[in-house]
């Protein structure tokens, strides 16, 4: 099946800065998520990015579907972005089973 | 509008007892996805449904566990003769249609003792 792997696992912040989370994929996909996990466990849709580039506030997600990659940004982070950061893709083809990568863990200092 | 809903939220049972997880997906979405995650790690997909009908177990651990949405709405997973390995975060996800985006329900935390 698809790999999804995402980087870095963990990301330790001060309040204000900018960051950079990466999710890999090993094959060609039709549909990518990001996700937020709160501290209080809920899963918060961010992005639905198959391709392409899209911004909410100081979020924004780009995929580059060729190069199976997608990113996401954070500028101007605060500590109620800390939690844990997923992505999901599905392959293109016949499967419509999500696949999650491990998550990058932030945590936001004041 | 609602979001998906599940029920209980907290769930804990005995070793060998049965229990019956609840998922109430947002209304008119078609597609209705069960996943379980373990502390740490990402939802791993169990099973899921377009209106009715199950298209894919595949994820189903084992026969101790079953899905169904009898009337393409309301789902609930079924686990037999609980173990303790069977402790986790059960969550379940709608969609308006299969490869749409997904939205999660607050999840059942089971624990079996």
């Known amino acids: 099946g698809i790999q999804v792997e995402q980087s870095p696992p963990d990301l330790i912040l001060q309040e204000g800065a900018n960051s950079t989370l990466r999710c890999n994929f090993s094959?060609?996909?039709?549909?990518l998520q990001w996700f937020h996990q709160n501290p209080w466990g809920q899963l918060i849709n961010l992005f639905y990015?198959?391709?392409g580039t899209k911004q909410n506030g100081r979020l924004s997600a780009t995929t580059v579907a060729t190069e199976r990659y997608s990113l996401l940004y954070i500028s101007s982070s605060q500590t109620t972005d800390s939690g844990v950061y997923f992505c999901?893709?599905?392959?293109?083809?016949?499967?419509?089973?999500?696949?999650f990568g491990r998550g990058t863990s932030l945590i936001v200092h004041p | 509008g609602a979001g998906v809903s599940q029920s209980p939220r907290y769930k804990v049972t005995k070793r060998g007892q049965d229990v019956a997880l609840r998922c109430d997906p947002i209304s008119g979405h078609v597609s209705l996805y069960w996943y379980r995650q373990a502390l740490g790690q990402g939802p791993e997909f169990l099973t899921y449904?377009?209106?009715?009908?199950?298209?894919?177990k595949s994820g189903l651990p084992n026969d101790r566990f079953s899905a169904e949405r009898p009337e393409g709405s309301i789902s609930t997973l079924t686990i037999q003769r609980t173990e303790q390995r069977d402790s986790a975060m059960y969550r379940c996800a709608s969609s308006s249609m299969g490869r749409g985006e997904q939205y999660f329900g607050p999840g059942t935390r089971l624990t079996v003792t």
């Open positions: 449904f377009n209106y009715e009908a199950q298209q894919d």
């Open positions: 990015i198959p391709s």
């Open positions: 999901a893709v599905m392959a293109s083809g016949g499967s419509y089973i999500p696949t």
């Open positions: 094959d060609s996909v039709n549909n």
